[in-house]
């Protein structure tokens, strides 16, 4: 990669690559296959050091993970919605995020368990918050040497948990019109929620962080009235377009419908959640 | 389940046999379009259109010719001019002009796919390349995209030649208008205690074959050629590509590949002809596949629609009149089956007083092709849905205000002859008395709806040949393309004739030569009309066995019985199996033949039933349950009949919730792959259950009607009247997409905010 640079590109599944390629979007002189580097196929979780998740791990294996299931659902549902079961052979989530579609599906779920992309290049290591990731449509802060090794992620604290849904026309084999991802953290002894993060995809040029909907919810019960706040706090920080996928109006509805959908969901699982 | 009405003995026609062509497919070794390959062939490719519609000012090819591996580039000029009016060429008249210009563009593209130049080289990626240096320079023009673009006075005139009767030699993009009048329509009206009117648009939607067009042209230095490709008519494609290329027709011998899916959008051709003059030119092999973008930009669609359609009843439920106006989409080039539309929109219903109106309108999007019951689902989709709203009205099941309605034999057809024995009333009854719609329907936002459709079938000519063997099995030759089981159901047709198993009778469909000409496979004729060649020519060689037993025992034929494969007369007893076995001593091989022109066929009626649950939310049907009854007349193979019923079914839902052309702004077609153009996948559908009505069709030897179509026409309407039901809300616009249903959903919720304030709970 550091040899041939902006002529190269890395491939894990291909699911994404091999399309763009045949389609003549990308035209890589030499593709670069990162799927057999056995450091990148490692899935491990610890209570202490949370879930070190490697990027060429295909989709399936992580479905297939208990500890993925059982702490990360909402990670673990947007890897399952990928394609279809063969897709998800190959898919990987870095190359989902690598890709840099605002409509990926794990990028909303990933920034809602506070994921941290740990990319190395010929001037050594970083992470970034995979919220800043992505730059713009198919771009990412990747510069042409560097790959992404894996992703590091904390232990999910007591009492929370996440949950990632989607809105696509069909019911599968589609691509997400609206997606968002959140993790909700309570307060057992209150049922008060003491941290969040949501984020959305398909409603931007990159997938987007939203704080202010997040917000919405710390501090407070998770009724109708403040669950209502973080969806107009969400579809306010959504900027969608036109496109064949959908209406802008018709996704910034949306926007409001899946967040309180989501966050419904991760609290009712944030609730029968062991204490860890 | 079987509504049987037919009392004949059949002893095979009803069975399911395994069909003969199973184990080939599902271990992969039959043998599509794509597979064939020869020594030394080269690869073509297409250079397409970028501009819905421009004028090409020049095309210069030297840059291609130039890459090391280019054998040949064809461009219009390479192509005979042809007569632009209608002519016999196969089995229906065709404009070759028209038809010519859409496979290769002449003085201007019309659409965002058209072709343009075509390319043979010695890989299909230098061909690739090489198409990409191909340089033209076009005088981009504005495009007409709709039939309301195309009708408004100054729209751009897209075929500067077309003239209709009525505006004299006023250039124009309205190729024809067709009217039906009956009774007197203002009266009728004024009958009226209920009138419902609404404008109605349907999308322009592709067949979705699986596999994409193919075609490998041979040409031989003596001047004979064959092609191979994926067609429903074999000889279709010898007279349209023939004439295309400008060689003889019988000097080319066209031979079916089996078929990866039609719905009617390979009964006209693409790539024949210019493989062929590639191949001509270069003396190589050619063969051309298309990729999926091709096919969904360049084939195929069928007709985007604006229907209006007023129609009113009485009180009790009797309708009175009906008034419609409907323009489709022709795409580039005339033909829209809007006449189709106009025969069908109110036929299965008696309406003392109508006057239709049907236009069909030249668009810059690609020429339509027949797709499944071609014009008649748009129309349904109106006055099916109208129906179910009077039916309300009068506080009438939509079931039985079809039945007061209903048309039955001897009624007048909408172009006025009178319908004989059909069976409409019979598949209203069989959804009305299914376990589907007597069932309960419960929870929110759920509904049912039923709609009925209508489809002519039609006859026209097939040949088959019956070859009995000595051990008494048979060999069938058809020329009739194998789409849907067909060869299964004709090898019982010949089992049935002469007494044997449907397994001891080896079907093959020949090619041009092999076979005596053989119209296409479609309009439902295949099971009928081939089904009754067939059923003659396994009779003549019933007549065969007859006459040679007569001579053994020295009796008139006449007095020959033979029934289960077996031969008597008096205490005289022969079994098939004895006297196959001695047929150079009896007067050599049997063999049967039969060539027929069937006239008359039994029309078809369909009634389906759907159960939807409405996401209020995000305006996302689910279709929760769906049964569709049809009237087959009789079912030679059930499963066969019951998996066209199922795939109409499914494919009229994909017409309802998801499917459509989206165009941009330019005319440019966004959607040319299957991830945005949304047919149904097999989550998306239930079970469909099927309920086989079967009223005989008077004149056939069997009593088969056509079942391939008309399953498609009931559906988008049944699903509209299913969310009316659900939701309140009545859709006019196909398809149904969330981001449409949401939208009338929050206008029904009379909310203007579309934001989350106003978003369900």
Redesign the interface.
């Known amino acids: 990669m550091a040899a041939h640079g902006d002529k190269a590109r890395a491939l894990c599944g291909g699911t994404d690559l091999i399309i763009q390629m045949r389609a003549g979007v990308r035209r890589p002189e030499y593709v670069v296959d990162l799927k057999n580097i056995a450091a990148l196929r490692q899935i491990s979780f610890s209570m202490q050091h949370g879930l070190r998740l490697g990027a060429a791990v295909p989709a399936i294996e992580i479905h297939e993970n208990a500890d993925m299931r059982r702490y990360y659902p909402g990670l673990t549902e947007a890897a399952h919605l990928i394609g279809s079961l063969q897709i998800q052979s190959r898919a990987s989530v870095g190359g989902n995020l690598c890709n840099g579609s605002p409509a990926a599906d794990t990028i909303p779920a990933l920034i809602a368990v506070a994921a941290k992309a740990r990319v190395i290049g010929p001037q050594g290591e970083r992470l970034v918050p995979v919220e800043e990731f992505c730059t713009a449509p198919g771009r990412t802060v990747l510069q042409p040497d560097e790959i992404l090794i894996e992703f590091q992620i904390p232990t999910p604290a007591p009492h929370s948990s996440d949950a990632y849904q989607r809105f696509i026309p069909r019911n599968e084999m589609d691509i997400a019109v609206v997606g968002v991802g959140a993790a909700i953290t309570l307060d057992p002894a209150d049922d008060r929620c003491v941290a969040a993060r949501i984020a959305l995809g398909a409603v931007g040029p990159t997938p987007i962080f939203a704080r202010e909907a997040a917000a919405a919810l710390v501090g407070k019960r998770l009724d109708e009235a403040s669950i209502d706040n973080a969806a107009r706090a969400a579809t306010a920080a959504s900027s969608p377009i036109d496109d064949m996928r959908g209406t802008a109006e018709f996704r910034r509805h949306v926007v409001g419908v899946l967040t309180r959908r989501v966050v419904k969901l991760a609290a009712e699982r944030a609730r029968v959640a062991q204490s860890r | 389940m079987a509504a049987a009405t037919d009392e004949r003995n059949f002893k095979v026609i009803g069975t399911r046999p395994i069909r003969h062509d199973g184990v080939d497919k599902v271990t992969g070794r039959a043998r599509y379009g794509a597979d064939y390959a020869f020594p030394d062939m080269l690869h073509g490719k297409m250079l397409r259109s970028p501009y819905a519609h421009a004028r090409i000012k020049s095309i210069k090819v030297d840059k291609a010719l130039a890459l090391p591996g280019v054998k040949a580039v064809v461009t219009s000029a390479d192509f005979p001019e042809l007569p632009d009016k209608m002519e016999a060429a196969g089995e229906a008249p065709v404009n070759l002009a028209h038809l010519s210009e859409n496979l290769m563009a002449r003085d201007k593209v019309l659409y965002d796919g058209h072709a343009i130049a075509a390319v043979a080289a010695t890989s299909p990626h230098i061909a690739e390349e090489a198409v990409k240096l191909i340089e033209v320079e076009y005088e981009v023009l504005p495009p007409a995209m709709t039939v309301e673009d195309a009708m408004k006075p100054g729209a751009p005139i897209i075929n500067p030649k077309l003239r209709n009767k009525e505006e004299g030699d006023k250039p124009t993009n309205v190729a024809a208008h067709i009217q039906f009048k009956r009774g007197a329509v203002e009266a009728g009206f004024k009958e009226a205690d209920f009138i419902v009117e609404r404008e109605f648009r349907t999308a322009m939607v592709h067949q979705g074959y699986l596999e994409p067009h193919n075609a490998v042209a041979i040409y031989n230095a003596d001047g004979k050629s064959t092609i191979y490709t994926s067609t429903q008519g074999s000889f279709a494609v010898r007279a349209l590509a023939s004439a295309v290329a400008g060689v003889p027709e019988t000097s080319l011998k066209v031979v079916p590949a089996e078929i990866g899916g039609g719905f009617g959008g390979k009964l006209t051709i693409y790539l024949d002809p210019i493989a062929l003059v590639l191949s001509k030119k270069t003396g190589h092999p050619v063969k051309m596949v298309m990729s999926r973008a091709d096919v969904l930009r360049a084939t195929g669609p069928t007709s985007g629609s604006t229907i209006r359609c007023k129609m009113g009843c009485t009180r009790d439920g009797k309708l009175t009149a009906a008034e419609i106006w409907m323009a489709y989409e022709a795409g580039a080039y005339p033909g829209s089956p809007v006449g189709a539309g106009a025969m069908t929109i109110i036929a299965p219903y008696n309406i003392p007083n109508m006057i239709i109106d049907a236009y069909d309108v030249v668009v810059n999007r690609p020429k339509t092709a027949a797709y499944r019951a071609p014009g008649a689902t748009n129309a349904a989709m109106a006055s099916e849905t109208i129906i179910d709203e009077l039916a309300e009205k009068c506080g009438i099941d939509p079931i039985e205000f079809r039945l007061k309605n209903a048309v039955k034999e001897g009624d007048p057809q909408t172009a006025g002859p009178p319908y004989k024995r059909i069976g409409f009333i019979e598949t209203l009854e069989a959804i009305k008395n299914s376990p589907h719609y007597k069932s309960k329907l419960e929870g929110p936002n759920r509904g049912r709806g039923v709609a009925s459709g209508f489809w002519f079938n039609v006859g026209m000519n097939s040949s088959a040949v019956v070859n009995l063997n000595a051990d008494a099995t048979a060999s069938l030759v058809i020329g009739s393309v194998d789409v849907g089981g067909t060869r299964a159901a004709q090898a019982m047709v010949a089992a049935e004739v002469l007494g044997i198993k449907a397994e001891d009778v080896r079907p093959s469909v020949a090619d041009t030569d092999t076979i005596g000409y053989t119209d296409m496979t479609g309009g439902s004729r295949t099971a009928v009309t081939t089904g009754a060649a067939v059923f003659m020519a396994a009779e003549d060689a019933v007549r065969q066995l007859k006459e040679r037993a007569a001579k053994r025992w020295e009796v008139k034929p006449e007095e020959v019985a033979y029934q289960d494969g077996v031969l008597s007369c008096g205490d005289k007893r022969m079994t098939i199996k004895e006297m196959a076995a001695q047929f150079a001593r009896t007067g050599g091989p049997i063999s049967g033949r039969a060539s027929i022109n069937l006239r008359s066929v039994g029309p078809s009626f369909a009634t389906v039933c759907v159960d939807v649950e409405v996401d209020t939310?995000?305006?996302?049907v689910k279709i929760l349950r769906a049964t569709c009854a049809q009237d087959v007349g009789k079912a030679l193979h059930p499963s066969y009949v019951e998996g066209q019923m199922q795939g109409g079914t499914a494919q009229g839902i994909g017409w309802a919730?998801?499917e459509e052309y989206?165009y941009d702004d330019r005319g440019n077609l966004?959607?040319f792959g299957l991830?945005?153009y949304?047919m149904?996948?097999c989550?998306?559908l239930p079970q469909i259950e099927t309920i086989i009505v079967e009223v005989p069709a008077p004149g056939h030897p069997i009593g088969s009607r056509g079942v391939g179509e008309v399953n498609i026409v009931p559906p988008p309407a049944a699903v509209a009247n299913a969310i009316a039901r659900a939701t309140g809300v009545r859709m006019t616009e196909l398809p149904m997409?969330?981001?449409r249903l949401?939208?009338a959903l929050?206008k029904k919720r009379g909310s203007a905010d579309?934001?989350?304030?106003?978003?369900?709970?």
């Open positions: 939310d995000t305006g996302k919730l998801n989206v966004r959607n991830l945005d949304r149904p996948t989550l998306d997409s969330p981001p949401l939208k929050l579309t934001q989350v304030a106003a978003a369900g709970r």
